[in-house]
């Protein structure tokens, strides 16, 4: 993250109702996180994780911006085509 995106986002989260929103996304902002880090470990584009999986790079795009909520079927679809595992834990909060 470039030094002027991090100001600015340290700007915006001091306003307690940014802040609390910025949290209650936390969990899909770790997912988008994972969907990236295993397209970049695989070594592949949007592109390419979209052709392995039949759909475009849009909606890759948008799984990867936590745009777009994805079903367990497309979460195993997506780590068949990026050749990782998923792992699905519930921690105490």
Do not use: H, W
């Not at 999986?53 to 890759?60: D, E």
């Amino acid at each position: 993250m470039t030094k002027r995106l991090q100001a600015m986002k340290r700007k915006m989260l001091a306003d307690r109702e940014v802040c609390a929103a910025y949290d209650a996304l936390a969990g899909e902002f770790d997912l988008a996180r994972e969907l990236i880090a295993a397209r970049v470990r695989a070594g592949l584009t949007q592109a390419e994780v979209a052709e392995r999986m039949g759909t475009s790079q849009s909606v890759i795009a948008r799984l990867e911006s936590g745009a777009q909520m994805l079903s367990m079927n497309t979460l195993l679809k997506f780590a068949k085509a990026t050749r990782s595992r998923p792992v699905i834990k519930l921690l105490a909060a």
